[in-house]
């Protein structure tokens, strides 16, 4: 009897903070890795470490996977490092390896670059044949053909499952890399093959990893709703949230079917009230909307029983402590139901990356070591008008008060007036919350205690 070869999967977590991690609902299931999962042969034995859980212990195994973010590459590589030192074959991919490839070949015997679904099954052929590859290029498939991920794999704990439906994005604003890694057109896949998955889905609650469910285009936006249809028709019964532009409040008839499928929550990227920053971001529908549109936006989101989450980003090179402070006015009166901040983050791949790089901006450059600080909660680059040692101080002010218990009660008692939904009201109130902990344990608040505001 020959005995099974074992695949190793591993999910890095970042060491230097917990981010996203430090709350139980903000942890979202390593979705590429369920796929690889199912793009592998049955007769394999397959493991995953999910560092989302459990800190990784050495497991014996004959080839293994890791994929990562830039924030949580640096961990990858330690993984991958004990693996190469022992002779095994580490195969890495995810969108900061796309990026950043010949870094990647340093750690790993073979990377995988782009969507891996057109390629894995070859890689699999030539590691058995003993001729594995150094670099193999996923090709960016019109159709997206990704097989139902190996859910048995995750840990039984995350409370939202995580389902794709489209890929790409023709926006390429400054400081994303999503066009860089799928793609400036939207590309779907099947409906049927998306209703299949979410009926075969054990957890009541689904958070679509679509970068806009909706699309910018009518095309997008009409095969929304044959989803959505489709989620209703089949009686379906998830709650789900997602991420979309301010033109998901567009069409009365999306906002319907939205709601009637299950959506709760909604993220749209405001990311700044500032005409200089919108434009500094590249964010070309928020500027010809006209931040004045963005609370009837939110209203009638809100009107359909949708929460919406708005992010907001800090760092701007046009940002100094007024403009900041305007900022979080605006925040504080503005209606949504829930505030997602961030600092801006050059991330390989983005345009945003390729200007400060070339103009020896990066502070943070100590790689792959400092890879671990661009996790959205640090001044990784010089700003044009601002020192770290002026900036930080700033934004402890700043999230105190946004995050401000008044302010969030103050919000949960809109959204449960707007949306007439308890559950919805919760859910907005929950994610504050959360969002509250994240950024004061990031930012390390206490660390600023000598500060008096």
């Known amino acids: 009897m020959i005995d099974k070869k074992t695949l190793l999967l591993v999910y890095p977590a970042n060491q230097l903070r917990a981010g996203f991690l430090i709350n139980r609902d903000t942890k979202f299931q390593p979705l590429a890795l369920g796929i690889l999962a199912a793009l592998t042969p049955p007769d394999w034995k397959i493991k995953l470490i999910d560092e989302n859980f459990r800190t990784f212990n050495y497991y014996k195994a004959d080839l293994v996977a890791i994929t990562g973010f830039t924030a949580t590459i640096t961990r990858a590589y330690q993984i ?22 010949d870094e990647a070949l340093q750690h790993a015997h073979t990377i995988v670059t ?5 390629i894995w099954p070859q890689l699999i052929e030539d590691f058995l044949k003993g001729q594995l ?19 048995d794999l995750f840990h039984p704990a995350y409370i939202f499952a995580s389902i794709q439906t489209s890929r790409g994005c023709p926006m390429d604003c400054s400081f994303c890399s999503v066009t860089a890694f799928n793609g400036r057109h939207y590309r779907f896949r099947p409906i049927e093959d998306v209703l299949d998955e979410l009926e075969e889905t054990p957890q009541p609650y689904v958070f679509f990893l679509d970068d806009n469910i909706i699309g910018y285009n009518s095309e997008a936006r009409e095969r929304a709703k044959k989803l959505f249809q489709g989620i209703i028709d089949r009686g379906i019964k998830k709650l789900w949230i997602s991420q979309a532009s301010i033109n ?14 299950g959506c709760k929550m909604i993220f749209l990227g405001i990311e700044t009230e500032g005409l200089e920053q919108l434009q500094e971001a590249g964010k070309k529908l928020n500027i010809k909307r006209g931040v004045s549109s963005f609370n009837d936006t939110f209203r009638k989101i809100q009107k359909h029983g949708i929460s919406v989450i708005a992010g907001f980003i800090f760092g701007w090179d046009t940002d100094d402590e007024k403009s900041i402070m305007n900022r979080v006015r605006y925040i504080r009166a503005c209606e949504a139901d829930a505030i997602q901040t961030s600092i801006l983050t050059p991330l390989p791949g983005t345009r945003m990356w390729t200007k400060f790089e070339t103009d020896n901006r990066l502070r943070l450059k100590n790689f792959p070591e400092d890879w671990q600080h661009y996790d959205y909660s640090d001044m990784t680059f010089y700003a044009n008008k601002l020192t770290p040692e002026e900036f930080y101080p700033i ?47 990031s930012m390390k608040i206490k660390d600023y205690k000598r500060h008096k505001y």
Not at 133 to 151: F, V
């Open 395 to 441: 934004m402890i002010r700043a999230f105190k008060r946004i995050y401000s218990f008044p302010i969030m009660i103050k919000r949960f008692i809109r959204t449960l007036i707007r949306t007439k939904s308890i559950l919805v009201a919760i859910w907005s109130f929950r994610s504050n919350y959360n969002y509250r902990r994240m950024t004061f344990s």
């Open 248 to 261: 998901f409040a567009d069409d009365d008839e999306v906002l319907e079917l939205a709601a009637k499928s």
């Open 80 to 101: 991958a490092d004990i693996y190469k030192e022992k002779n095994i074959p580490v195969v890495m991919g995810g969108i900061h390896v796309s990026m950043c490839p």
């Open 114 to 118: 782009g969507e891996a679904e057109t």
């Open 133 to 151: 590859k150094h670099r193999y290029e996923g090709a960016l498939e019109q159709t997206i053909r990704s097989p139902k991920p190996r859910r």
